[in-house]
Antibody, heavy 122, light 106 residues
Framework: QVQLVESGGGVVQPGRSLRLSCVAS????????MHWVRQAPGKGLEWVAG????????YYADSVKGRFTISRDNSKNTLYLQMNSLRAEDTAIYYC???????????????WGQGTLVTVSS | DIQMTQSPSSLSASVGDRVTITCRAS??????LAWFQQKPGKAPKSLIY???NLQSGVPSRFSGSGSETDFTLTISSLQPEDFATYYC?????????FGQGTKVDI
């Protein structure tokens, strides 16, 4: 069965960096597009970034563009989110999600991981 | 960005009730609309995609309808395990957006 397991969250000071990982299993990772979605404490869902199956195209929300980088290593079945220049408003649970196809366009978020909590605080 | 507006923000219902949640897009999105259920402390779970297609394994009491700007999620007979927060999401553009959520409680 499809499994997505995030890790790498924790407490970090404003301005510092953190890298999240999402390890996939139960499907052919290299064939599917992937996203990161976050949820601030007590708030709704916010899309953060997405990447094509082969890593050739990436998309970002305005709130993280220039600070966050999505990437993937298909040989390790792993999705990453490199987060730089972190701010208090980046505090959230970060979920990875898989779409049904490879290219993200017109594809919904079919499977979700359990999330990892990032807290940005001094 | 396409704005998604859900109503109501919250509702109280009883087991066995028919529940309807609406979602409005700020511009036409064809049928590129999904619904998710989220329980406290858990990840969102996909319920419906393409406005009206039931995700595998989702009970048939859940149904979706609509197109372009107006969409509806209906739970025909609310069960105890359905008390949760529900989100709509558009995936028509390369800037995916969610509704603000509708909390369904007793």
């Amino acid at each position: 069965q499809v499994q997505l397991v995030e890790s790498g969250g924790g407490v970090v000071q404003p301005g510092r960096s953190l890298r999240l990982s999402c390890v996939a299993s139960g499907f052919t990772f290299r064939s599917y597009g992937m996203h990161w979605v976050r949820q601030a404490p007590g708030k709704g869902l916010e899309w953060v970034a997405g990447v094509w199956y082969d890593g050739s195209k990436k998309y970002y929300a305005d709130s993280v563009k220039g600070r966050f980088t999505i990437s993937r290593d298909n040989s390790k079945n792993t999705l990453y989110l490199q987060m730089n220049s972190l701010r208090a408003e980046d505090t959230a649970i970060y979920y990875c999600a898989r779409v049904p196809g490879g290219l993200l366009g017109e594809e919904y978020f079919e499977y979700w991981g359990q999330g990892t909590l990032v807290t940005v605080s001094s | 960005d396409i704005q998604m507006t859900q109503s109501p923000s919250s509702l109280s219902a009883s087991v066995g009730d028919r529940v309807t949640i609406t979602c409005r897009a700020s511009q036409g999105i064809s049928n590129y609309l999904a619904w998710f259920q989220q329980k406290p402390g858990k990840a969102p779970k996909s319920l419906i995609y393409a406005a009206s297609n039931l995700q595998s394994g989702v009970p048939s009491r859940f149904s979706g309808s609509g197109s372009e700007t107006d969409f509806t999620l209906t739970i025909s007979s609310l069960q105890p395990e359905d008390f949760a927060t529900y989100y709509c999401q558009q995936y028509n553009s390369y800037r995916w957006t969610f509704g603000q959520g509708t909390k369904v409680d007793i």
